[in-house]
């Protein structure tokens, strides 16, 4: 099953992702959360930012956007006009 979520709903990124980092490294303030697989990465912050990285590759987009969850198979992508990338939990 897959949630879809703005970027913008800040209650439901948080929600979402400290599900979504369960078997990783879960940290939070009041701006951002970040979640860490080893050497991997996703993090949104409450502006609406998204950012993740892993060995060889890494993505950077502010503004409106979608996240489209699935916890099943273990990826986030990340939708836009322009852009669709996917993050998979190593």
């Given at each position: 099953m897959?949630?879809?979520?703005q970027l913008t709903d800040w209650e439901a990124v948080t929600r979402e992702?400290?599900?979504?980092?369960a078997s990783g490294e879960v940290t939070t303030d009041d701006e951002r959360i970040r979640v860490e697989f080893g050497s991997a990465y996703i993090e949104?912050?409450?502006?609406?930012?998204?950012?993740?990285?892993?060995?060889?590759h890494e993505l950077n987009h502010d503004g409106d956007g979608t996240l489209r969850v699935d916890?099943?198979?273990?990826?986030?992508?990340?939708?836009?006009?322009a852009l669709r990338y996917t993050f998979r939990r190593p």
């Open positions: 897959t949630t879809d979520i992702l400290r599900q979504f980092g949104a912050t409450k502006a609406g930012a998204i950012s993740t990285g892993m060995p060889l916890h099943e198979n273990g990826s986030i992508t990340v939708e836009t006009d």
